[in-house]
């Protein structure tokens, strides 16, 4: 069965700084990964997905991922934190056909 | 127009009352989904439906009922309300891309209180 494990339910950085949210699954076959992103008081919209193509993803709004099967992880990054980034942000998984699975998100907040 | 839309966006209601939150979609996804958020325990499957005649239970099926009325709609159902059903719940679909899952489209959500 798949599943999907957030490392920190909440990350705190610096306006400008690096934002890194990490992501692990466990797949014993080939994944599809996404994250998801939350803004108060919003449903959750797609930032970036992967589905066996290039292994660094890029999404909207500056964001990418990086798909790297050897540590079975799937962490988003950002070069340089914008207020607006604010968020929650959700990992999730999925195989061939079958529902996604999400993890239980981290909430990203940025200092001035 | 929003692809997927939810009704009501805001509900309070008592303990034992029945509720009903409705979905309605214009993406013509053949799946449907229903989650609740609760803060720290990220989003929890009630119940999905691959088409309108497969409904299946997810993680957290007790005390909740749906019905896929068509492509388009898949309510959700509390036939008797309780206080720790309080929380924010979400719609959303999806399609097949291939034969793999496709990315979700969420509704924007409804807050639900039982007092």
């Known amino acids: 069965a798949q599943s999907v494990t957030q490392l920190g339910s909440h990350v705190s950085v610096s306006e400008g700084a690096l934002v890194l949210l990490r992501c692990n699954y466990s797949s014993s076959v080939p994944p599809y990964l996404f994250w998801y992103v939350q803004y108060p008081n919003q449903g959750l919209q797609l930032l970036l997905k992967?589905?066996?193509?290039?292994?660094l993803v890029k999404g909207i709004n500056g964001f990418e991922a990086e798909f790297k099967k050897s540590e079975t992880s799937f962490h988003l990054t950002k070069p340089s934190a914008h207020m607006s980034d604010a968020a929650e942000y959700f990992c999730?998984?999925?195989?061939?056909?079958?529902?996604?699975?999400f993890g239980q998100g981290t909430r990203l907040t940025i200092n001035p | 127009d929003a692809d997927v839309t939810q009704t009501p966006r805001n509900r309070i209601t008592k303990t034992g009352k029945r509720i009903m939150l409705e979905c309605s979609q214009t993406?013509?996804?053949?799946?449907m989904y229903w989650y609740r958020q609760d803060p720290g325990l990220g989003l929890r499957l009630i119940y999905y439906s691959f088409d309108v005649k497969d409904i299946n239970k997810g993680e957290i099926s007790d005390g909740y009922s749906v019905s896929r009325q068509a492509q388009a709609k898949f309510s959700l159902s509390l036939e008797s309300a309780i206080p720790n059903q309080t929380a924010l719940y979400f719609c959303?679909?999806?399609?097949?891309?291939?034969?793999?899952?496709?990315?979700?489209?969420f509704g924007p959500g409804t807050r639900l209180t039982v007092l």
């Open positions: 999730a998984v999925s195989y061939r056909a079958q529902k996604l699975v």
């Open positions: 959303a679909t999806s399609d097949l891309v291939g034969t793999y899952q496709g990315r979700q489209f």
């Open positions: 992967y589905t066996s193509a290039a292994t």
């Open positions: 993406k013509g996804h053949d799946r």
